[in-house]
């Protein structure tokens, strides 16, 4: 099974209809897609991206499958996560999905870094139910991938509160981490 896969697995278990939850790195909209059918249309899905290319790419793809009703696309870092929310999404957010790196098919000059993905984090944890579930996809392969794997993997540890887990899943190429109120393997 793909890391993205066993991550929507993973999400699929805490995330249900009326809900609220972040894709902060929208990308082609694949998370996203994935999310906004877990929220239904009573819930509402926050997709973050610095490129307006991605946002393109996830608005065709959520029309396409008519998901478009519940999610807002935001134009933006996902460091600017709590400035872009709504006030009342503090404490119920359900899920905040990353997948770092670069946008698959784009400008592999642009990628995700940790001055911007470090403080994300923060705000996700400060956002996030408390049983509530944060999923980071990192791939290690291209340029400043693997210094910001272990830099996310290091906040996490740091952010975890004591009721919560941090699950590493391997693979040869990315990791996937998880900060949940219960462990995933």
Do not use: W
């Not at 939850?21 to 059918?37: E, R, S």
């Not at 009703?69 to 400035?83: A, D």
Request: with cysteine; charged share 15%; aromatic share 4%.
């Amino acid at each position: 099974m793909h890391l993205t896969q066993r991550a929507h697995q993973i999400i699929s278990q805490c995330l249900h209809p009326g809900q609220l939850a972040v894709d902060a790195t929208a990308g082609n909209g694949h998370d996203c897609c994935f999310l906004a059918q877990r929220v239904s249309s009573k819930g509402t899905v926050f997709a973050f991206d610095i490129q307006l290319q991605a946002l393109q790419s996830t608005a065709a793809r959520l029309q396409q499958l008519g998901l478009s009703k519940q999610v807002q696309l935001i134009h933006s870092g996902h460091e600017h996560m709590r400035n872009e929310l709504p006030g009342d999404c503090q404490g119920r957010i359900q899920a905040v999905t990353f997948n770092l790196g670069y946008l698959p098919h784009g400008d592999k000059s642009i990628t995700t870094t940790s001055s911007s993905t470090l403080p994300a984090l923060q705000q996700a944890c400060e956002l996030l139910h408390p049983e509530g579930i944060i999923t980071v996809l990192a791939y290690r392969g291209h340029p400043g991938g693997l210094e910001e794997s272990r830099a996310v993997e290091e906040q996490l540890q740091a952010l975890a509160n004591p009721d919560q887990y941090l699950s590493t899943i391997e693979s040869p190429g990315p990791v996937l981490l998880v900060l949940a109120p219960h462990r995933h393997e």
